[in-house]
């Protein structure tokens, strides 16, 4: 069985950049000396249906917050800006000379598995079976694990991946699987909202949705979101080699607002009831923090504030 797999890793110690003027969403906030390159490939297309697979516990709230970035993807319903859904159709731009429409995403299913049918330790070959649980065709199925499961090479070389399989015409889905990084890696993993590892004494940031874990999650969903979309089976659009590719959103590591560098975010919008840190909004009141997005228009990096 062959099928494409794309890692998410932000090390940002590893980050280098060259610093650019203040500007706002739309706009180059970081000149970068480089392209994402279509490789004439497939895009995904038309409805989506993004499916959860909790992999060991988790509680309502937490979930709440997952399948609330999911409908704020596309909802109209956001008056506020910059909104998620603004962000996403940054994406657009990557279809407009392909012929190929761009997808809509909607929540689908969600589904439980709180027995850890493959144990509390997975290698990453579990990930595709686990993943296979969800819907079959025209899905992205998101296999969530928990704080308490251990993954092949979470910390060490991912925060997460995406990937597409089985490799027929008539049954191929795309996943995606991410680690909770609360207690394992989260300077790694769920920075900005936890001290880095290895790099800047700044500040951690005040995630927007309470826990370091969860938000950490969802700027990783969010960036593995564009790569799924935007080179499902790797050979759509990114930069480098096939084998670890630099996509829409992992192309512009650490990056969420202006005049951001190597351990500083950037500038972003502060909640004044909790002093959380954010940059868009969403559905049922939420805030979110997400990526930098690589614009094709400008050649670079753009943040929503």
Not at 21 to 29: C, I, T
Not at 154 to 176: A, K, M, V, W
């Amino acid at each position: 069985m062959n099928y494409f797999r794309s890692s998410l890793f932000f090390p940002v110690c590893l980050i280098i950049l060259s610093l650019g003027a203040p500007l706002s969403y739309g706009d180059l906030a970081e000149e970068l000396p480089m392209n994402l390159t279509y490789h004439n490939g497939a895009l995904l297309t038309g409805s989506i249906t993004v499916n959860f697979i909790w992999y060991g516990n988790f509680t309502a709230s937490q979930k709440s917050v997952f399948t609330d970035f999911i409908n704020s993807l596309s909802d109209g319903s956001v008056k506020k800006e910059p909104s998620v859904a603004t962000w996403w159709k940054t994406l657009n731009k990557y279809y407009n000379n392909t012929g190929i429409s761009f997808p809509t995403l909607t929540l689908g299913k969600q589904i439980d598995d709180n027995s850890y049918s493959h144990g509390d330790s997975l290698n990453i070959s579990d990930i595709l079976p686990i993943a296979s649980s969800g819907q079959q065709q025209n899905a992205i199925n998101v296999v969530m694990t928990s704080v308490d499961v251990g993954v092949e090479g979470f910390c060490i070389s991912r925060c997460g991946l995406h990937g597409s399989g089985p490799d027929s015409s008539q049954n191929r889905f795309t996943y995606i699987w991410l680690g909770n990084s609360s207690t394992q890696c989260p300077g790694q993993c769920a920075w900005p909202f936890s001290q880095i590892d290895d790099g800047p004494s700044t500040a951690p940031l005040v995630p927007p949705n309470g826990e370091v874990g969860t938000d950490g999650m969802v700027v990783n969903l969010a960036s593995l979101l564009a790569g799924t979309c935007t080179n499902p089976n790797g050979d759509g659009y990114f930069q480098g080699e096939p084998e670890t590719p630099l996509e829409a959103a992992t192309a512009c590591p650490g990056i969420y607002g202006k005049r951001a560098f190597p351990g500083y975010a950037g500038d972003l919008l502060i909640d004044p009831a909790t002093n959380a840190s954010y940059n868009a909004y969403g559905v049922n009141n939420r805030l979110f923090l997400v990526p930098a997005l690589f614009d094709l228009t400008v050649f670079g990096c753009a943040t929503t504030v």
